[in-house]
């Protein structure tokens, strides 16, 4: 543990037997999803199920990663859409990779200072749940720019699923967003007709076992089939929705949506314990996170520690502590500010981070300098894709809060997301999740807010190994984290990495959130005595994980358990 300080405390806690005490027992995790050919882990068994039709019908993953966004667009309208964003980080099995930001932008009538009164104070109604939170769309150039560069097929094909799915609609499970969230979206229809118009059956919530069917969404997906991608970002359905925002009070214009490109940048690269991850760069802070804690915890045997031992969990603590405060601080939209990346994932700055942790307490989050992290829900979704090849995708695209704005695009059918609630709107000033972060990521006309997605692919031996991701705000970095520690030093299967109890923290508040079952309450109380703090709560994000086992020549995948409308499929 070079590096790392210790204190009189450490030996105290080192002599008790609490220090290693194992995980309370859990529900078993069923076997992975198994596959020979290729594998498609969503959030939802419909687009699963169409991805892997994609790929016996000759598709390659990036062909069937174009047909699921759709799809999900059809199947999760809180989360999957067409009218958020995100990112995309993709691995040919040739050596070519890349990841694609399609994070939406800020119109070109945004400024700095939008949000706030006469007096400078941040009126927070403007923000969220408002037509001036929506930034616009990227999802439909993302996937465009994936398939154009990387894809086998053409468009039309891999659009028409999620056509039929809309046009005909699909019958409904109690885990369905619209049945789930029916109360939610009662509220909506309130300020928004067309909420009520597309996303109730009468004006009441669906229930499981009833069909449900979006003509406006299934003639938005047949014109962009018909016409290609770019009829969503000129003709009618961009001047539908800007008229609805205009409408509403917002501030789209035709030119947002003329002048919004797909952007790509290099990935965020780093080793772990002989294995090399390839995960999103900024805008997005996920990849950076995700490196700065991999290399802070790699100077240790986290499995001699034992999982969820009091000493690897307050390692594993500590770390996040500080790469949070890094992501808040340092980090914006690469084309407005200059991110310290090569620092921040070094092995060198890792260790200046490890010699700041002492073993036997915990380091109040008032002593590090940063920001406070986003506390936010499973408002997001991620998806990952292996094909024969070897090729690998990870998706991760969002709405914002769950459906986002609240409000629908017209007669588009789909709704906004409130991605401009992801910018500073004032300098010290929190946002709806509690997020205060600087002038990096300040609001300007254009420019991409920062994001947790974490879309990642880690190689073995130069092959991918495993695809993963997740939802949930900052929860996202974490999230990822855990099921890739559960894989490489726990052995875990993929199901059961991906299902595991989990633990977050953020810098700020300084408190660690538990999932229940997380910690024994032996270990909880030792952690306690070295002044940590902890919050159990419920509602935690949903991974989805990929595993490829070359020495068996099988693809092994796992869909959280905490999301039963989701699957796993592989042939």
């Known amino acids: 543990m070079q590096g790392l300080t210790r204190s009189p405390l450490l030996i105290a806690v080192l ?29 939802h068994k419909l687009a699963s199920q169409i991805g892997v039709d994609v790929l016996k019908q000759g598709g390659n993953a990036v062909d069937a990663a174009v047909a699921v966004g759709y799809a999900l667009a059809v199947t999760l309208p809180q989360a999957g859409n067409l009218g958020g964003g995100g990112f995309l980080v993709i691995r040919m099995a040739d050596g070519r990779e890349t990841m694609v930001d399609f994070r939406e932008a800020a119109p070109l009538a945004a400024s700095a200072d939008m ?10 109604e403007m923000v969220s749940r408002s037509w001036l939170g929506a930034a616009v769309p990227g999802t439909v150039a993302g996937l465009e720019y994936a398939r154009q560069h990387y894809g086998t097929l053409p468009s039309k094909p891999l659009v028409m699923p999620a056509v039929a799915l809309a046009r005909d609609g699909y019958a409904l499970t109690q885990w369905d967003d619209v049945v789930v969230h029916g109360d939610l979206l009662t509220t909506f229809a309130k300020t928004d007709a067309y909420v009520g118009k597309y996303f109730l059956n009468g004006g009441k919530p669906y229930r499981a076992g009833e069909t449900f069917r979006q003509p406006a969404l299934a003639k938005t997906l047949q014109t962009i089939a018909d016409n290609g991608p770019q009829a969503f970002y000129q003709g009618w359905i961009a001047d539908e929705t800007v008229r609805a925002s205009k409408a509403g009070g917002g501030i789209f214009t035709p030119e947002d949506f003329t002048q919004y490109q797909a952007l790509t940048y290099k990935p965020i690269h780093c080793s772990y314990r002989g294995y090399e991850l390839v995960s999103a760069a900024p805008p997005s802070s996920g990849g950076i ?30 770390t996040l502590r500080r790469a949070f405060a890094d992501r808040n601080v340092e980090l ?4 407005f500010v200059d991110n310290p990346v ?27 300098k940063g920001g406070t992290p986003v506390k936010e829900g499973n408002h997001t979704t991620h998806y990952s894709i292996v094909d024969k090849a070897g090729n690998a995708v990870s998706v991760t695209y969002s709405l914002g809060l769950r459906f986002g704005t609240g409000k629908v695009a017209g007669d588009a059918g789909f709704f906004l997301n409130d991605t401009m609630e992801g910018f500073t709107a004032k300098v010290g000033a929190p946002n709806v999740f509690g997020l205060i972060q600087g002038k990096a990521n300040a609001i300007a ?15 073995k031996d130069g092959k991918v190994y495993m695809v993963t991701g997740s939802p949930g705000g900052p929860r996202i970095i974490t999230t990822t984290l855990q099921t890739i520690l559960n894989v490489i030093d726990y052995g875990m299967d993929v199901q059961a990495a991906v299902d595991a109890p989990r633990i977050h923290h953020q810098w700020l508040p300084d408190t660690v959130y538990l999932e229940a079952g997380a910690l024994s309450p032996d270990t909880r109380a030792m952690l306690e005595k ?42």
Not at 115 to 124: C, E, I, M, T
Not at 445 to 451: D, G, T
């Open 115 to 124: 949000y706030l009164d006469q007096d400078g104070k941040v009126r927070r």
């Open 332 to 335: 914006g939209d690469p084309r």
């Open 530 to 571: 070295m002044g940590h703090h902890f919050t159990v709560e419920e509602n935690w994000s949903v991974a989805d994980a990929i595993v490829v086992d070359r020495s068996r020549g099988l693809i092994f995948g796992g869909h959280d358990n905490r999301a039963p409308a989701g699957a796993a499929l592989g042939y």
């Open 445 to 459: 006309p254009a420019k991409r807010s920062l994001s947790s997605m974490t879309p990642t692919v880690v190689l």
């Open 289 to 318: 996170s995700l490196c700065e804690s991999l290399n802070v915890l790699e100077n240790v045997s986290l499995k001699d520690m034992g999982q969820r031992s009091a000493a690897s969990t307050h390692l594993y603590i500590e």
């Open 342 to 368: 090569d620092n921040l994932i070094s092995k060198s700055y890792a260790q200046q981070v490890r010699a700041s942790i002492d073993l036997g307490r915990a380091t109040p989050s008032s002593a590090i």
């Open 15 to 43: 002599s008790a037997s609490a220090w290693f005490v194992a995980l309370p027992a859990q529900a078993v995790s069923p076997p992975p999803a198994q596959g020979q050919n290729g594998m498609v882990a969503s959030a």
